[in-house]
């Protein structure tokens, strides 16, 4: 079983900064991609970033130039650096982990990832 435990949300302003951590459980968090998530009330789960096992990462348009995703596979964790929040940022954030390992293409949406954090929440104010 896979536990993944996020960390770093908060309130913030707009323009504001915060890093969101996402530390997993097991011995293979090397193998897969990892993605982060979006909820806000009343709409559905977005993609934001992803890392793949490789490196190579993937983010929504609505968060290029803004959020960096990066990985440190000794640590097990994968990190979500955003900067230049918008109120429209405004969610509960998920940290989940690609269900099969070492797949060659990024995937976005969220029933391709099996396990989930519990979320962690962002709050920008205008």
């Known amino acids: 079983q896979v536990q993944l435990v996020e960390s770093g949300g908060g309130l913030v302003q707009a323009g504001g900064s915060l890093r969101l951590s996402c530390t997993a459980s097991?011995?293979?968090?090397?193998?897969?991609?990892m993605g982060w998530f979006r909820q806000a009330p009343g709409k559905e789960r977005q993609f934001v970033a992803a890392?793949?096992?490789?490196?190579?990462?993937r983010y929504a348009d609505s968060v290029k130039g803004r959020f960096t995703i990066s990985r440190d596979n000794t640590k097990n964790t994968v990190y979500l650096q955003m900067n230049s929040l918008k109120p429209d940022d405004t969610a509960l954030y998920y940290c989940?982990?690609?269900?099969?390992?070492?797949?060659?293409?990024?995937?976005?949406?969220?029933?391709?990832?099996?396990?989930w954090g519990q979320g962690t929440q962002v709050t920008v104010s205008s």
């Open positions: 890392i793949k096992w490789s490196g190579g990462t």
């Open positions: 989940a982990r690609d269900s099969k390992s070492l797949r060659p293409v990024t995937r976005t949406a969220p029933s391709e990832y099996d396990y």
């Open positions: 097991g011995r293979t968090f090397s193998d897969y991609t």
